[in-house]
């Protein structure tokens, strides 16, 4: 992987802003101050067809639904018993447009999922997922779907003195597992959304409550209470980042908000769903755009 | 700081099992897993005979007495008025002793005494607190109250290849300010108690709701949010360090749980009011305690 040049940026607007942002940060910013954050569904990996911990929750509820069948009256688990992916991915981008009611009905049963377990029994869950799972349309094993040029970037701000974070809307405690070998981030650095826990006789057990849901204006007040610093990077791809790419450009240092689009149905999906009102302030924010189809050489690793 | 033989500990059996358990953490435990926690008031800076961050916020409650007289009917802020200290450090014991009546007062005082602010703002208050204040009876400037010894053992953690996080009740962002300089570990590496912020118009503001109290079972599941990892080092001194020792000795790999024992008139102050049962399980639990007196050769910091 070509670190020092950014290989799998095409040349253009997009790498020309990382690269002149990368040198002022190094010149202007102390080390300790070069925070970097990332989301992860559509930023660091593929988010499309659906969310792969909702593929990881799909799974678990179905595995229920054939163990209850008293379960199968519920739109959520009768849907994961049909693998019917399209009535997940509905839930959540009518979060982005608005309508949560969906979203209500597949929380309660993504919240029963993995309930009253060790957090060392649920990190076994996640793992053995990744393991044993290919992408439905892909055809790449999970943990083989983050974006190269994404990668890359981790390790050329990692080179220029960067901490990277990832702060997602996506579960905590389901990245955690993955994010090492997969992104070079350690647990510590991983900053997403989670369920409740109960200290119980010497371990740590899950609940079926929500505690966070790491999404919008919830992205800063988290990165604030995990590092106490403001980033000065900071990269997303949907309406559920405008406020960490805000909070990040706010700041009296120099800074980068990068807004990933996804444009390109030939080697990854081409949509906007989800997405509008960030690709809107983008313009008027002067936020780098990273188009997938003109910015990117190469989508994933080989 | 003779760092490399633990000088300002006196040789004995606290010392010893200090040494014994990083060699055999070095042999043994990878070094992203050599994680270690250290609770703060009491154990690495003096908390006695009040909390500092009860100085600090006393002080800010007589000045909000004094600008709206209205509040001295209420008895935080009268307390406050007339520097009566008993009675802030009475409500914290008596929440060690199971009597919650006087902290729930002085918690309602204590949340409004910074609220609506920036955590910018709220960082330059602390710090300007830090740098005009004294220890009321050691004469001490504040940030001079650290341990010698616990210092000279994070530096000696540290260069074994241990992580140092604080996990503490007091606040999160009281704290940070100061802590890089007091004792090498940086914001990110602070676990305390917050109040919630808000997401507003590209900064964070402080409001009147508390967030987390980070004290008893709570601490494992905070330490467990910020790090993903169970650590195998835990210092404590009080009944609120409980759950974090024993988590922290519940693991599959070699751990040591610490706990300073106040005992030491002539150089600190000889107390065991909200230590009582922390104390007494140290015995049942095999945790190592450590006595000001008879362990420590040098209390403070020249």
């Not at 290919?134 to 701000?157: F, V």
């Not at 924010?285 to 003109?294: D, E, H, I, K, L």
Request: aromatic share 10%; proline share 5%; glycine share 8%.
């Amino acid at each position: 992987m070509s670190v020092a040049e950014l290989g799998f940026w095409t040349d253009g607007a997009a790498k020309s802003a990382i690269l002149r942002f990368v040198d002022r940060a190094v010149a202007d910013v102390a080390p300790e101050e070069r925070v970097a954050v990332f989301d992860n569904d559509g930023t660091l990996w593929c988010e499309k067809p659906a969310y792969i911990q909702l593929d990881f929750l799909i799974r678990r509820l179905a595995q229920m639904a054939r163990e209850d069948s008293a379960l199968t009256a519920k739109p959520a688990f009768r849907a994961a018993l049909e693998e019917n992916l399209a009535w997940f991915g509905d839930a959540v981008t009518r979060h982005y447009q608005g309508d949560d009611s969906q979203l209500e009905e597949l929380a309660g049963a993504v919240l029963s999922a993995n309930a009253a377990i060790s957090v060392d029994e649920h990190a076994t869950r996640v793992k053995a997922f990744f393991e044993q799972t290919t992408h439905p349309t892909l055809g790449r094993p999970y943990t083989a779907c983050g974006y190269a040029p994404m990668i890359e970037l981790l390790r050329y701000l990692e080179a220029h003195g960067f901490t990277n974070y990832i702060a997602s809307g996506g579960g905590r405690d389901f990245m955690r597992p993955v994010t090492g070998a997969m992104y070079g981030i350690p647990p510590e650095r991983v900053i997403g959304s989670s369920v409740g826990l109960v200290y119980r006789d010497g371990t740590l057990v899950t609940t079926a409550q929500p505690e966070f849901f790491d999404d919008g204006p919830v992205k800063p007040v988290r990165i604030w209470g995990r590092t106490g610093r403001r980033p000065i990077f900071a990269a997303g791809n949907s309406n559920g980042d405008i406020e960490m790419l805000q909070f990040t450009d706010s700041g009296p240092q120099p800074s980068l908000s990068l807004l990933v689009r996804h444009d390109d149905a030939d080697r990854e999906f081409d949509y906007t769903a989800g997405a509008e009102k960030a690709l809107g302030l983008a313009d008027t924010s002067g936020w780098t755009v990273a188009s997938m189809r003109n910015d990117w050489a190469q989508v994933f690793c080989e």
